[in-house]
């Protein structure tokens, strides 16, 4: 099925809608530090605004453009219906109003105007044609696109649990590939963790993909050990050391074992506080 709206650029989820340190954040933010990331139109429309005007070296406050730096808004009726979508903090804009625009298509660079710390696009869903920013709603269940059962396999492999603060896209990679979507409150075993390579974000795994760190907090298993015991270098592997008494933290759990970071220990050897 083909996604009415898509992500408007390459990138990485920096930050989501909702609240942010006390105030509202109309949009999803998409960065990506290359150079020249072409921002696209998320879907087909008529250019409503199209605002230039500010430097390309933002910063938190900055008032250009009402905080938004160059910015366009592209509108579009879908289904009878009008919705527009706004990409802020641009570069460069390379459309101008009343241009049709397809899916897909360029209509800017992305940047770092505005009041912005770094090069992004801030991208906001309008159910309706906009009137004040307050209108704007979550744009990440809209990008979510087909949704397919996401089905959590058993293997405990946990080091973690995370609980989903606010409804949170599941990647097949990270920061790529939206599977599927988890409801705020949920709580999930957590498998590993992997950081975007560009800038070090950190995603979960929880079982069958990838989740923003933003998205929910984490709450490590801990061993307690009470007396001296072994470590191994693997489940049933080589003697590695003693271990001393004291709590130290889960990394991974497998067939019986616990992994604490560089070596593994007997699960019946130790009292595993899971959170
Ligand atoms: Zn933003």
């Known amino acids: 099925m083909k996604q009415v709206f898509i992500k408007p650029a390459e990138g990485i989820y920096t930050s989501p809608y909702g609240m942010r340190s006390g105030s509202m954040?109309?949009?999803?933010?998409?960065a990506n530090r290359s150079?020249?990331?072409?921002?696209?139109?998320?879907?087909?429309?008529?250019?409503?605004k199209a605002v230039g005007g500010c430097s390309n070296n933002g910063s938190i406050g900055n008032t250009c453009n009402g905080g938004y730096g160059n910015y366009v808004i592209v509108r579009h009726s879908i289904n009878g219906k009008t919705y527009d979508t706004l990409y802020a903090h641009l570069q460069s804009i390379s459309v101008s109003v009343g241009q049709t625009v397809n899916q897909g298509d360029k209509i800017g660079v992305m940047g770092n105007s505005g009041s912005s710390t770094g090069q992004h696009v801030h991208f906001e869903i309008y159910e309706k044609a906009r009137v004040s920013q307050s209108e704007a709603v979550d744009p990440m269940p809209y990008l979510n696109g087909d949704?397919?059962?996401?089905s959590y396999h058993t293997y405990d492999g946990t080091w973690a649990t995370i609980t989903i603060t606010q409804k949170a896209n599941v990647f097949k990679n990270v920061g790529y590939e939206i599977i599927g979507q988890l409801e705020a409150g949920g709580k999930y075993k957590v498998y590993g963790q992997r950081e975007y390579a560009a800038d070090g974000t950190l995603f979960y795994n929880v079982g069958s993909g990838y989740v923003h760190h933003a998205y929910g907090t984490i709450?490590?298993?801990?061993?307690?050990?009470?007396?001296?015991?072994?470590?191994?270098?693997?489940?049933n592997g080589a003697i590695k050391r003693q271990l001393a008494p004291g709590t130290y933290k889960v990394h991974a759990a497998k067939d019986g074992w616990y992994n604490l970071g560089a070596e593994w220990v007997k699960a019946d050897q130790v009292l595993v506080t899971k959170n």
């Not at 954040?25 to 998409?30: C, K, L, N």
Request: glycine share 4%.
């Open 35 to 48: 150079s020249n990331v072409p921002v696209h139109a998320s879907a087909a429309g008529v250019i409503n």
């Open 219 to 235: 709450a490590n298993h801990h061993a307690t050990v009470t007396s001296t015991i072994n470590t191994y270098s693997s489940p």
């Open 25 to 30: 954040h109309y949009g999803v933010d998409i």
């Open 147 to 150: 949704k397919p059962t996401v």
